[in-house]
């Protein structure tokens, strides 16, 4: 072991750098809501998008992107829901799309703090209807520890397998490499290819992203790192969310085990889990992506309704000692 860790600090070498992030400045001006950014209070601009139903909004919903993602990875769960009545916001946050410094990440602390000021912001334009706050794995990490202290405007918050693979349930190996990567090479940017993981088995969609220049396709060790610590601060994080919940998980997801995510699920107070036996990842833009927004919707309109799927009598009763696998 200690020869090969020796041959990896010879290889990572050269690529020697500081770690570099980009957390939020210091306030210099109260957030405030554009028609395509928001204004964050150190006057980072963060592009918005916005999806509205034709007829009556029966609920909000603001949508948080998943590591290397953007805000138009809610476009066609968005025009679903709006079907519903849904009307739907996405921004990109530091660090990706079109966000401030693409590629390099910001901090857990900037990411929460950008989702509150959001929600209070997109909240308050819509005053006496329920606004809610959806995360799609890194993004229902920062949504999840957003939760911990919500906003007055948040009336709950939905978690598609929310990133909560923190240190503690990895392997002893994947610590020791990021540590090694990171103390070496912080701005190494592997591409991924080869590690025979499918995030969704929606195959056309997954073309599209890999076609769409917006879409990180590298990841720096540094940002890694800082997912990792997110990962962290959402593990521990579920005990103290307070707010109603929805919590989505897919037998096929291969990118969070399934170990951590059902032990944070049953930690949430209050929480109504859903488990979709032919979802993977990307539920939301899965090929049975409907039903899950299907799903989404109910729950938006009335948290005690029974989910139109039954995903939720699929769900363990107790989901911190579930033993489904993925």
């Given at each position: 072991m200690r020869r090969i860790l020796a041959l990896l600090l010879v290889l990572l070498l050269p690529a020697c750098a500081a770690p570099m992030t980009?957390?939020?400045?210091?306030?210099?001006q109260?957030?405030?809501v554009l028609a395509d950014h928001l204004v964050m209070a150190d006057g980072?601009?963060?592009?918005?998008?916005t999806w509205r139903p034709a007829g009556e909004i029966r609920a909000v919903v603001l949508a948080l992107h998943g590591m290397n993602d953007y805000s138009q990875f809610f476009a066609e769960p968005a025009a679903h829901l709006a079907r519903h009545g849904i009307l739907s916001y996405a921004y990109d946050q530091r660090g990706f799309g079109q966000g401030p410094h693409p590629r390099f990440w910001s901090s857990t602390d900037t990411m929460v703090a950008d989702a509150r000021a959001a929600t209070d912001l997109l909240a308050s334009r819509h005053p006496g209807l329920p606004f809610y706050v959806f995360g799609e794995s890194m993004g229902g990490a920062v949504a999840m520890l957003a939760a911990t202290e919500p906003p007055a405007g948040m009336d709950g918050i939905i978690l598609a397998a929310p990133a909560v693979w923190g240190r503690s349930a990895m392997p002893w190996w994947q610590r020791l490499s990021l540590w090694l990567a990171y103390n070496v090479a912080p701005g190494w940017s592997p591409s991924g290819h080869g590690l025979n993981i499918r995030p969704s088995d929606?195959?056309?969609?997954?073309?599209?992203?890999?076609a769409d220049p917006l879409v990180i396709k590298r990841t720096r060790i540094d940002a890694v790192k800082g997912v990792v610590d997110l990962m962290d601060q959402a593990e521990a994080a579920p005990a103290a969310i307070r707010v109603p919940t929805l919590f989505l998980y897919g037998a096929h997801d291969e990118i969070i085990p399934s170990a951590p995510t059902w032990q944070a699920a049953g930690a949430i107070p209050s929480r109504r889990a859903a488990f979709y036996a032919n979802g993977w990842h990307m539920l939301v833009r899965d090929l049975q992506a409907k039903v899950v927004l299907d799903d989404m919707a109910a729950w938006m309109v009335d948290n005690d309704a029974d989910l139109p799927s039954g995903a939720d009598k699929q769900a363990p009763v107790k989901p911190e000692v579930c033993s489904c696998k993925r």
């Open positions: 980009h957390p939020a400045g210091p306030d210099t109260p957030p405030q980072v601009r963060l592009p918005l998008k929606n195959v056309e969609m997954l073309r599209k992203l890999g």
